[in-house]
């Protein structure tokens, strides 16, 4: 097999994938395979080169950190320092859709690359039991960013990772749809508050309640993934809040607002979370030069939504 333009594999999530997963991540090697949230791109965080294959296959930029997964908040104290509220959040909340950022451990023997250059972190205890089989296996904490080329619409099914990552990893881990379809929430705790990294499927303000803490300003630059002001981005022209489509448009509905596709006909903002990334990727294809959005709500998991809505749509740099 190639080292540089390795055959892609893609099997079916059980005993012989995991195995074949953790056998390539002891290699140094990275695999897709799905989390609750969305494909993740797996590798060995204390290892230098398996990071560097990471960024390599999606063409990251090195400025952007990754999420490390844990297999529970033991493993995430090993790595970092937890605050009180970090603490609070992380016996709430993991397994499950939410990322901490929190002061990295001296010692910690993360490799360089997965903080950027940052003081802290971001930890995510993933829920999906195929993420969670592979860091059982591996015995290893994952670097795992979503599993598609960067910039580029994040996938919710192995076909989407397929699209862009076939030929730059060794194996796809196929475990069907993913369940959320939204990247997680990610928090930090500057000056002794919480403050909002990225909208995701668990609401900032009941992570904010259950934390006890005061909500704090994220302050200026990059401090997590996924705040790029152009990402999860098709290739074609995003418009939003369209009620009418232009007649070179794909139309994505939602509610009462009807579409080539829709995100929720019953205006449901949970299924059009788990819908979302799919209609993007269905747009992606569709013959229409550009792609226009209905209105979506600003509440709830809708926060989110518009969120990746607004990148999807940016300028590309």
């Not at 001296?106 to 971001?122: I, Q, W």
């Not at 809040?241 to 080539?260: C, H, K, L, T, Y």
Request: charged content about 20%; hydrophobic content about 45%; aromatic content about 4%.
């Amino acid at each position: 097999m190639d080292q540089q333009n390795p055959e892609t594999l893609i099997l079916p999530y059980g005993a012989a994938a995991i195995d074949a997963a953790a056998a390539l991540v002891r290699g140094g090697w990275p695999v897709a395979l799905p989390t609750e949230t969305v494909y993740g791109l797996a590798a060995d965080a204390g290892s230098d080169a398996a990071v560097a294959r990471i960024y390599a296959a999606k063409g990251r930029p090195a400025f952007n950190p990754l999420i490390v997964h844990v297999l529970d908040v033991e493993e995430a104290e090993r790595l970092a320092d937890l605050t009180a509220g970090a603490r609070t959040l992380a016996e709430a909340f993991w397994p499950g859709p939410v990322t901490l950022v929190v002061p990295v451990k001296r010692g910690s023997r993360l490799a360089a690359a997965v903080t950027a250059g940052l003081p802290t972190v971001a930890l995510r205890c993933p829920a999906h039991p195929a993420m969670r089989d592979l860091l059982r296996a591996g015995g290893r904490p994952l670097a795992a960013p979503s599993a598609n080329a960067s910039g580029a619409i994040s996938p919710t099914r192995a076909e989407h990772v397929l699209k862009t990552l076939g030929g730059r990893i060794r194996l796809i881990v196929d475990g069907g749809e993913t369940a959320h379809g939204l990247e997680s929430t990610i928090v930090g705790f500057p000056d002794g508050g919480i403050a909002l990294l990225r909208a995701g499927p668990v609401p900032f303000d009941m992570l904010a309640r259950i934390a006890g803490l005061p909500t704090s300003e994220a302050g200026e630059g990059i401090q997590a993934p996924g705040q790029l002001s152009s990402h999860y981005a098709p290739s074609k022209p995003v418009r939003l809040n369209v009620r009418q489509p232009e007649a070179d448009e794909w139309m994505i509905g939602f509610g009462s607002v009807p579409g080539d596709d829709t995100l929720s006909a019953a205006g449901d903002l949970a299924e059009a979370a788990a819908r979302l990334f799919g209609a993007l990727h269905r747009a992606e294809a569709a013959p229409a030069a550009r792609i226009a959005v209905a209105p979506v709500p600003i509440t709830g998991v809708g926060l989110a939504i518009n969120d990746r809505l607004r990148r999807a749509a940016a300028p590309k740099g």
